[in-house]
């Protein structure tokens, strides 16, 4: 079975069912493979073929493109560890709570991505968007007080109709004590009546001086509240040192070739179709000035994204506002 559930019934009767979906672990165990295979085969046709070798290439260029051929081989391990191909929706009588949890290729770096309550279930909802495909259709388990918590897996699509979805539904459906859905609602007429929102009353002066005392008092507690940060770990640490390395000599590369153009007049651009075009400022002084500007443009661009990715590598973290 390619794609499918598996059903698992512990000693503390929990369910824990298991989402699998072997075409697209396949298709990301291929293309690592790919980003592992592609530049050692370039190195070994370069080896064997001398004259293939970039013998004219500056020290910059050919450190940029070593460290190309190291990024390729990174990105593909990074899809295999930081992507959630496993998936299982554990669902917990005793406890209460169900919770939805994956894991990479490897079958580590566990996160839980949501945690509800199972306690006191009223219904089982199936909702799809009008004129959207049935592999499209959400599951979603309404509480008795309202509350909605969507159970469907990321890796596995839901079908009405065929056996594996009608399968997964009954096993639900029989451990949540709930009926089993058989129709389809339309996701914009279901939800939940949203909250009505009522402003705060304007602070009086004395109110504002409180509550700035408050502040002042409590800004310790308050500062990590108000920015939270996410700690990348140490695989992805490193990517973003290697991108980072990668695009500060790119910076380097594009810095050597606009800073002589100032003074010589003479500025040259490599394009991948156009190939090598050289613009001399006494004869198209418009076209110089155009590819001037573009290249500072490249270049402050580039240089922003490699600082932010060497700060957050070096420093760990990433701030994230809310």
């Known amino acids: 079975m390619l794609i499918g559930h598996r059903f698992e019934r512990t000693a503390q009767d929990d369910l824990h069912i298991h989402s699998r979906n072997l075409l697209q672990s396949g298709f990301v165990l291929l293309t690592a493979g790919l980003g592992f295979i592609a530049p050692l085969a370039f190195v070994v046709l370069a080896i064997v073929d001398g004259d293939s070798l970039p013998t004219d290439l500056d020290p910059l260029s050919l450190l940029l493109m070593v460290l190309g051929l190291l990024l390729i081989p ?3 391990l ?9 998936e299982t ?3 917990s009588r005793l406890a209460g709570e169900g919770k939805r949890r994956t894991r990479n290729f490897f079958g580590r770096r566990e996160r839980v991505h949501s945690v509800f309550r199972i306690d006191a279930p009223k219904y089982l909802e199936l909702r799809r968007r009008p004129q959207a495909e049935p592999a499209y259709t959400q599951l979603w388990l309404v509480m008795r007080d309202g509350t909605e918590h969507r159970l469907t897996t990321d890796n596995v699509p839901i079908v009405p109709g065929s056996k594996r979805t009608d399968l997964w539904l009954r096993e639900l459906a029989d451990y949540l004590s709930v009926a089993v859905p058989t129709e389809v609602v339309a996701a914009s007429a279901a939800g939940a009546t949203p909250a009505s929102y009522r402003p705060a009353p304007a602070p009086t002066r004395k109110s504002a001086w409180k509550g700035a005392r408050q502040l002042k008092l409590k800004g310790k507690e308050l500062t990590p509240a108000s920015e939270s940060t996410e700690k990348p ?3 992805a ?3 973003l040192t290697l991108l980072g390395a990668f695009l500060a000599v790119l910076e380097l590369v594009n810095v050597v070739a606009l800073v002589p153009a100032l003074f010589t007049g003479r500025l040259r651009v490599s394009g991948f179709r156009t190939g090598s075009t050289i ?6 002084p418009i076209a110089f000035s155009f590819n001037l500007l573009i290249g500072a443009g490249e270049v402050l661009i580039i240089g922003a994204i490699a600082w932010g990715c060497l700060r957050t590598a070096i420093c760990g973290r990433m701030k994230s506002n809310p």
């Open 74 to 76: 990174a990105l593909g």
């Open 78 to 86: 990074m899809l295999m560890v930081y992507t959630g191909l496993r």
């Open 89 to 91: 929706l554990l669902l």
């Open 233 to 235: 770990g140490v695989p």
């Open 237 to 239: 640490r490193a990517l």
């Open 279 to 284: 613009f001399y400022w006494a004869e198209q």
